[in-house]
């Protein structure tokens, strides 16, 4: 896998303050840097194929980063492909670029919806993969891409129970955990081998107890949580935060399951 190291800090934060519309305050030309161009990352499956997905430029809501969380059940797809895809309906939440949803599709799914937060740069984006990867115009799934807010009711296209839910480094997001498990409950189907894979790295060590909070509220929620993988990447994503390197290398896999 090729990518640049994210040179910005995981605790970065936009300036809410607009006065772009005030005559007082009138910058000269070439101030505003440009839109940063959206770009490309190429993913090499366990066959030797590789996949070349497109980011967005900059992005408030992380869409512009191809996270480890995603490489890394990427692989974990691949492996269990008859158990977790093969003729199975998948969902996958805060999907970025795709990754793991449009390899679902290219694995033999049934049906793939992939979601993130409904802005039209994201969810538009992640239509250009879908459509431009050439892999699925050999696969007779159906693969969509929607935008979606985490415990938000289902839309038409989702009212569908789901044999495999994907979550790829999304527990950073702590206040969202509860509408994350919300979603979990509306849409994986209750049956023994419905699962909902949860795979994140702890990219804020010293947070790393609220990370793993998600756990023990599924527990309680009436799910088993198990711990099924644990890989260390060959960099850390963002180059210029504090902390353990090792833990912000690591990537943690867990899979949930309904207690019934």
């Not at 977790?84 to 033999?108: F, H």
């Not at 039209?120 to 979606?148: D, H």
């Not at 296209?157 to 509408?179: G, P, Q, R």
């Amino acid at each position: 896998m090729e990518v640049e190291s994210a040179h910005i800090n995981s605790d970065e934060r936009e300036d809410s303050e607009d006065f772009a519309d005030s005559a007082l305050f009138q910058e000269p030309d070439g101030y505003f840097r440009p839109e940063k161009p959206p770009s490309f990352v190429e993913h090499t499956l366990l066959s030797g194929e590789k996949l070349y997905m497109r980011l967005v430029g900059h992005n408030s809501l992380w869409g512009h980063l191809l996270w480890n969380g995603a490489q890394v059940v990427s692989e974990y797809l691949q492996e269990h492909v008859k158990d977790l895809v093969e003729d199975k309906n998948v969902l996958e939440l805060g999907a970025g670029a795709g990754l793991p949803g449009i390899l679902c599709g290219i694995l033999g799914a049934r049906k793939v919806v992939i979601t993130d937060y409904p802005d039209e740069e994201l969810i538009e984006n992640l239509k250009f993969n879908i459509r431009n990867c050439k892999y699925l115009n050999m696969s007779q799934g159906e693969v969509a891409a929607e935008g979606y807010l985490w415990g938000a009711p289902l839309s038409a296209n989702m009212s569908s129970e789901f044999d495999l839910l994907i979550l790829a480094d999304l527990l950073f997001n702590h206040s969202e955990h509860v509408k994350l498990l919300s979603t979990i409950r509306l849409s994986l189907k209750r049956l023994p081998a419905a699962r909902a894979l949860v795979f994140f790295t702890p990219y804020r060590p010293w947070l790393f107890d609220k990370d793993m909070a998600f756990f023990g509220l599924a527990r309680q929620g009436g799910f088993v949580v198990e711990k099924v993988l644990e890989k260390v990447m060959e960099n850390v994503m963002f180059t210029e935060d504090r902390g353990d390197e090792l833990q912000r290398k690591t990537v943690y896999g867990y899979v949930l399951r309904w207690q019934l």
